[in-house]
């Protein structure tokens, strides 16, 4: 059966042995195992720390969280951002339960779910402003593609960030590499949030890194490079959003994470495709789609 459920995840199979896991929890996907050519060895592309809570009450650690309406802290100016400024990191998508709405396949086999979000009385309690959110995710042997629909049926125009929290697993952080970002300026979270301009041609997180680069998208394509003998590795390419945040939490701040299991961070790198840099302000009546194929190799 290409698609199952349970209560709590839609299982996602595909006829090369490729498959998916999504919760219905914050739509986070927590498995995409795929090899890396026809017939390759099926392995697990996504991590997920051993210590992630998984019962709803925390965001799960891992994966591909969705971020909506916010990402990180919120704003500070009440006066701008009167309900922004009142939610959680990252907002509350990820921390919601969503719906499964649809399953099919492709005619080329791809496996295909949609899961919905609509504001319940508890999201509406804490953030009025009218939305709804269409999460498509596709399966096929090689690829993994995640489609974030944001509509706007409200009267005012709807102001959000968003952006998928893309875990990467790598055999080692030490010598994953990301490129090509040389030349964008990024705002580096690791010094003071101030602004620089990447001058490697291919970054890497020996050191912990949090840096949002501006100017990836709207249409683009990064690279996750596994360095040494594993040579491999994953690309994501990028549609409707323009921003991306690398990020590694390194052993100090990895290590003060209650959800992170003992070096974890030396097996992941987050390359996260986003519309963060500023609020987007959506039309009423309009919607805006935000797109990350990952493809292994
Ligand atoms: O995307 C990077 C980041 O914003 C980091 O600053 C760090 O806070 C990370 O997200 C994880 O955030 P979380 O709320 O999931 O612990």
């Known amino acids: ?55 709803g009450s925390k965001a799960i650690r891992g994966g591909i969280p969705v971020v909506f309406p916010i990402f ?15 939610l959680s990191q990252h907002g509350f998508a990820r921390t919601s339960i969503w719906t499964l709405n649809s399953e099919f396949e492709t005619s080329d086999g791809g496996v295909v779910v949609e899961l919905v979000l609509n504001p319940t009385p508890e ?28 509509t706007n049926p409200g009267s005012a125009a709807l102001q959000f960030q968003t952006l998928l929290h893309t875990y990467l697993s790598t055999p080692s952080h030490l010598d994953a590499l990301v490129y090509p970002l ?13 602004t620089f301009v990447e001058d490697r041609e291919k970054v890497d997180v020996k050191e912990e890194t949090d840096r949002v680069y501006a100017g990836v998208g709207p249409e683009g394509k990064l690279t996750l490079e596994y360095g040494g003998k594993e040579k491999g590795g994953v690309e994501v390419e990028i549609g409707g959003f323009v921003d991306a945040t690398i990020w590694n939490p390194g052993e100090k701040t990895g290590s003060a994470m209650g959800d992170m299991h003992a070096k974890g961070w030396e097996s992941f790198v987050c390359v996260e495709p986003g519309y963060v840099s500023e609020f987007y302000s959506l039309e009423a009546g309009k919607e805006w789609v935000g797109k990350m194929v990952l493809k292994v190799f």
């Open 1 to 55: 059966m290409p698609v199952t459920k349970d209560s709590k995840k839609v299982y996602l199979t595909h006829a090369s042995g490729s498959s998916a896991e999504v919760y219905l929890y914050g739509a986070t996907v927590t498995s995409f195992k795929a090899a890396s050519s026809e017939g390759g060895k099926v392995e697990e592309r996504l991590f997920v720390s051993d210590t992630a809570i998984l019962d």
């Open 182 to 194: 040389k030349g964008l300026s990024y705002k580096d979270k690791t010094r003071g949030g101030n």
């Open 123 to 150: 999201i509406t309690s804490a953030f009025p402003p009218p939305f709804a959110l269409s999460y498509t995710l596709t399966l096929t042997s090689t690829t993994f593609t995640a489609s974030l629909k944001i």
């Open 72 to 86: 990180g802290p919120p704003p500070t100016d009440a006066t701008a951002f009167p309900y922004h400024s009142k």
